[in-house]
């Protein structure tokens, strides 16, 4: 996997690791209750992409 995959994918599981522990800390409030959860939906679909892609890029030129 290329530096620059890695480098989003740590961006990303950093991301929704701090959001995932937003909901049972509540550190940052949101206007909507239904905030976090589409960020974490969010970032979890960046990931899929990001692996999807990486993956993609492997397969091309191994």
Known sequence: ???KYKFLL???NLGLFF???NIFSGIITFEYEKSNAII???CCLLNCIIA???AKT???NP
């Open 58 to 60: 492997a397969v091309k």
């Open 10 to 12: 740590i961006l990303s």
């Open 1 to 3: 996997m290329k530096k």
């Open 40 to 42: 974490i939906a969010s």
């Open 52 to 54: 999807i892609k990486s």
């Open 19 to 21: 959001f995932i522990l």
